[in-house]
């Protein structure tokens, strides 16, 4: 318990990552002195023993000795980032877990205090999702694609999602429509029960109706009406448009 105390940060949490020193440093040390003990060594050579003037072999001694002075500064400042080598191991399970309350609180709300935690530093995020033949992708999946990344734990005003239709379909476009009339419905109640997975045709296809609790079930059954009409009218929609097209 007093290394975990140790460990605290300022802020009274763990820290997500630490910083150990990478092995093999001290070895690398002293080739790395090798090196510049004969760099120096051959710089001493080159300007001690340079042809005198009129010596044929002075101007590629010169080129000669202007290439190391080169080599030997890139390889300075190489040293830079190979001098001391570090290595970050992060610990991505705290995101979520945190001994000062953990056992205190239940899930949801661990996930509600990790993200006010970091809501201030969590950047803006802008997530496309590219489709362009109604018959290839139906309009159905695409949306249940945006619904589940609408639904996403992260801070809504931070979270843009953006649906590039390259096909320019009417029919993408009237399914997006009635998806966000249903996402009033859907994103509030993912929410609540912090359900997964988040998609509305994957979480109706694989959960079971609650039972234990009547107020549940009964919200339950209504957002699996909304979700059963909007689908019902996405595919009428299709069907129409399926026939615009043959005629």
Same mark, same amino acid.
């Given at each position: ?24 440093r ?22 001690s ?27 300075? #400042? ?40 970091y809501?201030k530093?969590?950047?803006?995020i ?37 649906l590039?239709?390259?096909g ?10 009635e998806?966000?009339?249903?996402s ?10 912090? #359900? ?42 299709r ?9």
């Amino acid at each position: 318990m007093a290394v975990r105390e140790k460990e605290m940060g300022k802020d009274g949490y763990l820290p997500l990552f630490e910083t150990k020193g990478a092995k093999g440093r001290i070895p690398y040390w002293f080739y790395a002195g090798s090196m510049f003990m004969g760099i120096c060594l051959i710089c001493i050579f080159r300007v001690s023993h340079i042809p005198a003037q009129g010596d044929f072999r002075r101007p590629a001694w010169i080129g000669m000795f202007m290439a190391e002075l080169w080599f030997s500064f890139f390889w300075l #400042i190489t040293q830079s980032v190979r001098w001391n080598p570090i290595r970050r191991y992060t610990f991505k399970e705290r995101l979520y877990q945190s001994d000062a309350f953990a056992r205190e609180y239940s899930e949801a709300k661990v996930l509600q205090m990790v993200i006010n935690r970091y809501e201030k530093v969590l950047p803006s995020i802008d997530v496309f999702v590219c489709t362009a033949d109604p018959q290839v992708e139906p309009p159905l999946m695409v949306i249940n694609t945006v619904l589940s990344l609408m639904a996403y734990s992260y801070p809504p005003e931070k979270l843009n999602v953006y649906l590039s239709d390259d096909g320019g379909s009417d029919l993408m476009f009237y399914a997006l429509l009635e998806a966000s009339r249903f996402s009033t419905y859907w994103l509030p109640f993912c929410r609540k029960l912090k #359900i997964e997975p988040r998609s509305p045709a994957a979480y109706f296809a694989t959960a079971c109706e609650p039972t234990d609790d009547p107020v549940m079930a009964n919200e339950w059954s209504s957002i699996k009406v909304c979700i059963s009409n909007y689908q019902l009218v996405v595919k009428i929609a299709r069907h129409i448009n399926l026939k615009l097209c043959d005629s």
